[in-house]
């Protein structure tokens, strides 16, 4: 047991001078800005209830300094007090080419993905661009995440993201996603060329939707983001990382529900990575180093061998959180990171057992493939209302 966990701490330090190097070239690394591409593009917003900050988020993607572009925002529920907010942007923003698309449809498990669907149909450009709606941008936003589709064999361009906290229980979740999730993204970057996207940022050109079945193709998938990437490039096209990093805005969680979130993901990315998803063990350095003194009833060996595998986790955690995605939360709560770990590895565990999740108040059993199976069949699956409203309809 003893050496088997020194080979768990010698394959984390391995992975975390990785990481350092990965990051290092991921900040070297920048698209030329061509100021003559600047295609059209769709922005698709689906929208469900109100985020925190919200209207500033929305508003965000209105300011954009590029010269052809449209807003769609989508919304499933009449009633859904988002749709004042969006009212209240197309009022402000009367030169903006905004529509508003509210309708129940669905046409899978997923309600985000049928949301989208839903909103398909009013796009006029064939360059697509998908973000979640507690996603905030700077002006210069569009006219970045474009220029990787200046190469043909490209079919989607995705950002990592940095968040903004609230609570304990979402600053664990910054923390994790900055010093953790990022790492693992950019050393796969790094090793090959990325197979999956975040829902922070998918630009996508439509004919390569089309190409993959358009929205009904993963309206049945927990994780539609990395489908959106898996599906085309299976397909033979690119998934770029573009060196632009989007501000995730997380509300005020508590630990309980942050838990739970994380669980969730956890089971997702087991699906859709299975491989990886185990691989896991071998970056658990922090896990593993701790054992090792508990093993050997506190050696100096053991504390030595601590003291390396800790060192080399924050400097890590730093470099990719703090240096490469500027991470105000990761500046603040650097102390928290072991403290993460710890914990991370526990969700690790839950999310090897166990196939059932609780997403937006309904809950889901998981297939083999990634797929939703709902375990309460919701009335909104079978009804169907429509309205679209555009800023010169108001």
Known sequence: MIWLLGGLCLSAIVYYCYAIYAAIAFLRHSHPINPEFHPPITILKPLCGLDSHAEDNLISFCKQHYPCFQIVFTVRDRQDPIIEVVEKII????????NLVVSDRVIGANLKVSNLANALPQAKYEILLIADSDIHVTPDYLQRVVQPLQDQSVGVVT?????????????LEAISTATDFHAGVLVSNQLSELEFA?????????????????????ADYLADDFQL????????YKVFLSNYVVE????????TNSLHRQIRWARGIKICRPWGYLGLIFTYGTVSSLLLVVLTQGSILGWINLA?????????????????????VTKKYFWLIPIWDLLHFVIWCAGLFGTTIKWRGQQFRLTKEGKLIPLEQDSGFVSSQWSVVSGKDM
């Open 248 to 255: 995730h805005v997380l509300g005020n969680s508590t630990v």
């Open 229 to 236: 990437g898996h599906l085309p490039a299976k397909a033979s």
């Open 198 to 218: 975040f829902g922070s940022t998918i630009v996508i050109r439509k004919s390569v939707l089309e190409e993959i079945g358009n929205f009904a193709a993963i």
């Open 91 to 98: 009022q402000q923003f009367p030169d903006v080419d905004i």
């Open 308 to 328: 390396i595998v800790w060192t080399m986790r924050l400097v890590m955690g730093w470099i990719v959180g703090a240096i490469a995605l500027d991470d105000v």
């Open 159 to 171: 950002c990592l993201y940095r968040s903004l906290a609230q609570g304990w229980g979402a600053t």
